[in-house]
């Protein structure tokens, strides 16, 4: 089992930047494929992000790509999302979760592949 804790949200302007970080404490960090999501009230949960075990490969949900990176330090057992040019639809409380289903790209979106979630941090972008 892991226990993630995510921090780093905020209140930022529209076009500013955020970096979230994930903790990770419980089984061996690097055999988990790590993934971000977010919900914005009202709405459903959204992916955003994937990161596979060794941290060589990444995938994004199209509205982040060239300006949220997502990132791992498997000896600090930590999972980042770096997030620039932030739009007020970014809006939204932001999760990390851990998966061992596998790296598919079929399953990475897929909220219900990851066995592990963290309580989330909200992301805010005014206008």
Not at 29 to 38: A, D, K
Not at 91 to 99: D, H, L, N, R, S
Request: charged share 15%; net charge positive; glycine share 12%.
């Amino acid at each position: 089992q892991v226990q993630l804790v995510e921090s780093g949200g905020g209140l930022v302007q529209a076009g500013g930047s955020l970096r979230l970080s994930c903790a990770a404490s419980g089984r061996t960090f690097s055999s988990y494929v790590m993934g971000w999501f977010r919900q914005a009230p009202g709405k459903e949960r959204e992916f955003v992000a994937a990161i596979n075990r060794s941290g060589v490969m990444t995938y994004y949900v199209d509205s982040v790509k060239g300006r949220f990176t997502i990132s791992r330090d498997n000896a600090k057992n930590t999972v980042y999302l770096q997030m620039n040019s932030l739009k007020p639809e970014d809006t939204a409380v932001y999760y990390c979760a851990a998966q061992t289903t596998g790296w598919a790209l079929s399953n990475l979106s897929r909220g219900r592949e990851y066995h592990y979630w963290g309580q989330g941090t909200q992301v805010t972008v005014s206008s």
